[in-house]
């Protein structure tokens, strides 16, 4: 080993350095410690899984639950790693992403954001404290990341969101408590939220800020308009101020969905109207005296009716 060493030395194979340090190690001078570093590894991580294990043997009911906010957290983690990195800057019109999946990912991120908080409130006993705030802060989660990442799905999940936590708070019954309390009247939350929901989708299109989420905002806010005035019209007390209401709003409505061709919402309108229409003479005719028996033929007149003008003017509609 000796002639070894010097005969690499001389040959110039290896420099000064390097033949020091095989000579400390040829007259054991260094000792290698590999294989006693690798047992004491070995045994540290024998000893550390055995303790995690007896650990969560002894607190199983209380480390299962922080187990498994863990994981959803870490979940959330990588999704949101995945979002930022293939996610592109935001932009004020429809903007495309090239990834089939990403949707998915953001819509599952969404998801296990909520449930994570969700998780936290039930575990650590907040649900009636923040039982009112629950609704408002998911809604804000979700409209914010559908502006952010462009996903309509979203929005329509923000806006069930903030419709829940507005009608949580006038609920008639305290979902936390289990008992009825009393409250104001849920049409008239429903008309005012449908209303602005119809408006902001009108703006959005209007200044050009995702003015795609149009048909979102909208699908909302006149189904919630609608059947707000629709059930105050035979729930309030001022049942034919309702009844005229959705007349008028439901006719002006026609118009405005005939002249632009969108049958979806024309179809909205003319359910509405030939309800309030409906309502109005049954009231007419009860003031009248007159006799319900003439209702046998205008039920079945008026939906032929209604049905063969669709099918006459199916071609305005062609393009939808």
């Known amino acids: 080993m000796n002639t070894t060493n010097k005969e690499l030395y001389q040959r110039n194979l290896i420099d000064d350095r390097q033949y020091q340090l095989l000579e400390a190690i040829?007259?054991?001078?260094i000792v290698s410690v590999y294989y006693e570093l690798r047992l004491m590894l070995y045994l540290g991580i024998m000893l550390f899984t055995g303790g995690v294990g007896y650990f969560a043997y002894q607190n199983i009911g209380y480390m299962g639950h922080l187990i498994?906010?863990?994981?959803?957290?870490?979940?959330?983690?990588?999704?949101?790693?995945?979002?930022?990195?293939?996610?592109?800057p935001y932009s004020p019109t429809e903007v495309t992403v090239s990834l089939v999946y990403f949707d998915y990912i953001l819509l599952l991120v969404s998801l296990l954001i909520i449930s994570l908080f969700a998780y936290v409130q039930v575990y650590f006993d907040l649900v009636e404290l923040l039982l009112n705030?629950?609704?408002?802060?998911?809604?804000?989660?979700?409209?914010?990341?559908?502006?952010?990442?462009?996903?309509?799905?979203?929005?329509?999940m923000a806006i069930t969101a903030f419709a829940a936590a507005v009608?949580?708070?006038?609920?008639?019954v305290?979902?936390?408590?289990?008992?009825?309390?009393?409250?104001?009247?849920?049409?008239?939350?429903?008309?005012?939220?449908?209303?602005?929901l119809a408006i902001i989708g009108q703006v959005s299109q209007y200044k050009n800020l995702k003015?795609?989420?149009?048909?979102?905002?909208?699908?909302?806010?006149?189904?919630?308009?609608?059947i707000g005035c629709i059930s105050a019209m035979?729930?309030?007390?001022?049942?034919?101020?309702?009844?005229?209401?959705?007349?008028?709003?439901a006719g002006i409505l026609t118009w405005y969905t005939w002249v632009h061709k969108e049958f979806l919402f024309f179809i909205y309108s003319n359910?509405?109207?030939?309800?309030?229409?409906?309502?109005l003479a049954f009231k007419a005719v009860n003031q009248l005296g007159g006799d319900y028996v003439v209702f046998i033929y205008y039920f079945p007149f008026t939906c032929i009716a209604y049905l063969l003008l669709l099918f006459t003017r199916k071609s305005h509609f062609a393009h939808e």
Not at 71 to 86: D, L, M, N, S
Not at 137 to 142: E, P, R, V
Not at 167 to 172: A, H, K, N
Not at 234 to 249: G, K
Request: charge should be positive; glycine fraction near 6%; charged fraction near 15%.
């Open 26 to 29: 040829r007259t054991k001078k």
């Open 68 to 88: 498994a906010m863990f994981g959803i957290g870490a979940a959330i983690i990588v999704g949101c790693y995945f979002i930022r990195k293939f996610a592109k």
């Open 133 to 156: 705030w629950t609704s408002f802060i998911s809604a804000a989660i979700f409209l914010f990341m559908a502006y952010r990442y462009d996903n309509r799905a979203l929005l329509a």
């Open 167 to 172: 009608g949580l708070s006038i609920s008639p």
């Open 174 to 196: 305290n979902w936390a408590k289990g008992t009825w309390q009393l409250s104001s009247n849920l049409y008239t939350t429903s008309i005012m939220l449908g209303a602005i």
């Open 211 to 226: 003015k795609h989420f149009r048909f979102t905002y909208q699908n909302f806010g006149l189904l919630l308009y609608f």
């Open 234 to 249: 035979f729930d309030s007390d001022y049942e034919l101020s309702y009844a005229f209401l959705t007349l008028v709003s």
């Open 271 to 279: 359910i509405a109207v030939y309800i309030a229409f409906t309502f």
